[in-house]
């Protein structure tokens, strides 16, 4: 079964623009989030995370939401900037255990 | 610091081939990890070492072996590649159990 869920395969926005890429979760002992970004052929490179006593993270023009209710997290970019484009991925994990549990990935392109 | 590195960087195999892919890390990190990444499907988690000396499984650990052979050196094994292990190869590591994740550029193996 899919623990973390990231339903949309791609996202497209306009440079300046807003981005928001979310992430759905089942496993409600999951107490600690991130997301990561890869370019093509490189490894994953950390962007944020976020703490499930946390309903708000922000770093520069990212930011990440966690609504626990819903089991669900977003990634909010902005503005956009083409550099931007890459796949990110949403990842979770117990903070008494020590491994990762990977969304599918969401592929944002921002056009100029 | 080199970080994490990973060889070779792409390898063609034929199926029933062996090989073993390499992974080394100069950051101190305590846990290691492999994940395979798949179209569609993220980062699936292979095998795990915790710490030096230990190995666990992950999600998709069959057909692969792995060794913890010091602190430094994380290997992976394919002991009969078969073409279902197609795929992009990364390895991983992390200092502290909450500590972010870093990768490598990852190994692209095709299995024919």
């Known amino acids: 079964d899919q623990q973390v869920k990231q339903n949309s395969p791609s996202l497209s926005v306009q440079e300046g623009r807003i981005s928001i890429l979310n992430c759905d979760y089942t496993?409600?002992?999951?107490?600690?989030f991130l997301w990561y970004k890869k370019y093509p052929a490189e490894g994953p490179t950390f962007l944020i995370s976020?703490?499930?006593?946390?309903d708000k993270n922000e770093d520069g023009r990212f930011t990440v939401f966690l609504n626990k209710s819903a089991k669900h997290l977003s990634l909010h970019i902005v503005p956009s900037q083409p550099g931007d484009s890459a796949v990110y991925f949403c990842?979770?994990?117990?903070?008494?255990?020590?491994?990762?549990?990977f969304g599918e990935g969401t592929q944002l392109t921002v056009n100029p | 610091n080199a970080g994490v590195t990973q060889t070779p960087k792409f390898q063609v195999l034929k199926t029933g081939q062996s090989m073993t892919l390499q992974c080394a890390q100069d950051?101190?990190?305590?846990?290691m990890y492999w994940y395979r990444q798949d179209p569609g499907m993220g980062l699936r988690l292979i095998y795990y070492?915790?710490?030096?000396?230990?190995?666990d499984k992950g999600e998709v650990p069959n057909g692969y072996n792995v060794s913890r052979l010091n602190k430094r050196e994380f290997s992976l094994r394919l002991e009969s590649a078969a073409p279902s292990q197609t795929s992009v190869y990364f390895c991983?590591?992390?200092?502290?159990?909450?500590?972010?994740?870093?990768f490598g550029p990852g190994t692209r193996l095709t299995v024919l």
């Open positions: 990842a979770a994990e117990e903070t008494s255990g020590s491994r990762l549990t």
């Open positions: 496993n409600s002992m999951f107490d600690y």
């Open positions: 976020i703490s499930s006593i946390k």
């Open positions: 950051m101190n990190h305590n846990s």
């Open positions: 070492s915790a710490s030096e000396g230990t190995t």
């Open positions: 991983a590591g992390r200092t502290g159990t909450t500590d972010t994740q870093y």
